[in-house]
């Protein structure tokens, strides 16, 4: 697998025939950096295959220091900005996904294949926490501007707050039934 580090220059689309779409000229981004990182399948035999509760879908956030963490079957991955790959291990059925900065500094993630939500700190500690069943399979996950963050999963009319402390409250939402 290939992380390429992309920058877009400031420069106004252009408008195309259709509203809903915009072309942006060819020169408005480029490849600034671009590293080589294995390939983390469980065994080691090969590329990684498609998503699955055991090896969830790759994602990737940027740190505000230039780090580039990344999600990928087994655990979690960071390049610095000088090209420096580290990783780190995760239970093998977690299948991490959707990785977010937190408003602590922090990088939190789903743990699809443990219906669990996971929090790694600049120094690599792991941090785990227990969703609901009522949630459904865990699949998303953001933060409002009190720093509390919220989650929902896939066939379920629930979404979930998590507040700083750890307290976890779930929300049954409306919907018609179908």
Known sequence: M?????IAAAIAPTPSASPSTQTLPSATAKVVASYEIPNHTLDGSGPIPGRNAEFGEPSIAVAPNGDAWYTAAGGIGRVTPTGV???????????????????????????????????ISADGTISEFSGSP??????????????NMWIAGTNSHYVARMRQNGDLTVIDLPYDGR
Do not use: Q
């Open 134 to 147: 009522l949630l459904g399979d865990l699949n998303a996950l953001g933060f409002d501007a009190n720093g």
């Open 2 to 6: 290939i992380l390429a580090v992309w």
């Open 85 to 119: 790959p580290t990783w780190y291990s995760l239970e093998k059925a977690a299948g991490p996904t959707y990785i977010r900065l937190g408003p602590n500094g922090a990088m939190w993630f789903v743990e699809a294949g443990l219906d669990k939500v996971g929090r």
